[in-house]
C-alpha cells in the first residue's frame, strides 16, 4: 500500500510555500517536499498537524492507495 496525499494542492490553494508550510507545522523544507512527492511517510503526529494547518480531516488530505496484486 502507499500513502498518497495532497499536500502540494492544498498549499498551493492556501498560498504557502514548502518553507511555510514547514515552518507552521515544525519540520524542513525538505520533509514537505520528501511528503508531497511520496517518498516520506510522516508520523500520525505530523500528519494531524498538517491536516490542522489546512482545517480538514485526515482522509481529505491523506488516504491509502492499493498497489495492483496486493489485498485489501
Not at 504557502?16 to 508550510?21: A, E, I, R, V
Not at 515544525?26 to 490542522?52: F, N
Request: proline content about 3%.
Amino acid at each position: 500500500m502507499l500513502l498518497r496525499n495532497r499536500v502540494k494542492e492544498l498549499r498551493a490553494r492556501f498560498g504557502y510555500s514548502q518553507t511555510d508550510l514547514a515552518d507552521l507545522v515544525g519540520v524542513t523544507r525538505q520533509t514537505i517536499a520528501a511528503i508531497e512527492k511520496g517518498d516520506y511517510v510522516p508520523s500520525l503526529l505530523l500528519g494531524m498537524t498538517i491536516c490542522k494547518v489546512f482545517n480538514l480531516p485526515m482522509e481529505e488530505v491523506f488516504w491509502l492507495e492499493v498497489q495492483e496484486g496486493e489485498k485489501k
